[in-house]
């Protein structure tokens, strides 16, 4: 989710959409990510996507930033066009992958932009049109969604449609825009029923899922969190790391700052990379001004890493 500052409009006419989409759509498909929904409102923006090979900061951050640029250069203006960073909220895909992708199509009936379903149908400016097939958008995966109604496309595309007229009633949903623990368990009435039996439940204001989903993200990010506290109390940085893998796999720093592309140079790049992001959590961009290599090369080499079997990152 991404607001324009103080409220104000982000975008002042059709081509400003046409060019943010266009934008978005580059970004997705380079980044291999996959979007469910998306809706584009005056002055905000929902997007419900699967991070990719670059994950969601990096897609975002080239998005915004590139558009910020477009649109103060075109309608002359200067100054931050959006709100703080973007909001971003981890949600769990079993539990709620279609409520989402409803809630963000029927935004604009909600903000009394649109009045009925056809006129839904009709709008050029969310996900909607391309799940029903009035609009073509690659980079976004509307055949995933079908799929959750039945395997025939016909049934499926008619089910879809009285899902979305069941919505379209709803007004905002504080199980979805709530605080955590709402999300959680589907609504306050959960939340005092959970309390009344003395239940306690793990949340997260930047979570929605269920209490064990909720755990397991936390548990993940703590243990990458102690990992890399432990690295930088025992002073280690990336030139350290740079040093042990190339001792390791027999290559010099010459060479791998060099850009070489012999195997075992990219295999230590590669290695080099995840560790640093794994124990130090560099960014890409910042292990690749040392590895010489582009950002995307870096990605792609940790990529790489990740999928090998037979060796992996030091502790």
Known sequence: MVRGIDKTAIFKDDEDKARFLERL???ITEGKC???AWVLMSNHVH???KSGRDGISSVMRRLLTWYAQYYNRRHRRMGHLFENRYKSILCEEDAYLLALVRYIHLNPMRAGILKTMEDLDHYSW???RTIIDRSKDPWMDAEYILAQFGDNRRKALREYRRFMAEGAGQGRSRELTGGGLVRSQGGWSQVLAMRRRGRKEEFDERILGGGDFVN???KEAEDRQLRQLKAK???KNIQKIIEEECRDYGVSSVELQGG??????SNARATIGLRSREELGLSAAEIAR????NTSGITRAIERAESRSGRKYHK
């Open 25 to 27: 759509g580059h970004n």
């Open 34 to 36: 996959t979007v469910y």
């Open 47 to 49: 997007i419900l996507f």
């Open 126 to 128: 969310s996900g909607h």
């Open 216 to 218: 397991n993200i936390l």
């Open 233 to 235: 109390r025992s002073g």
């Open 260 to 265: 070489s592309k012999r195997r075992k140079v």
């Open 290 to 293: 040392h590895v010489g290599v």
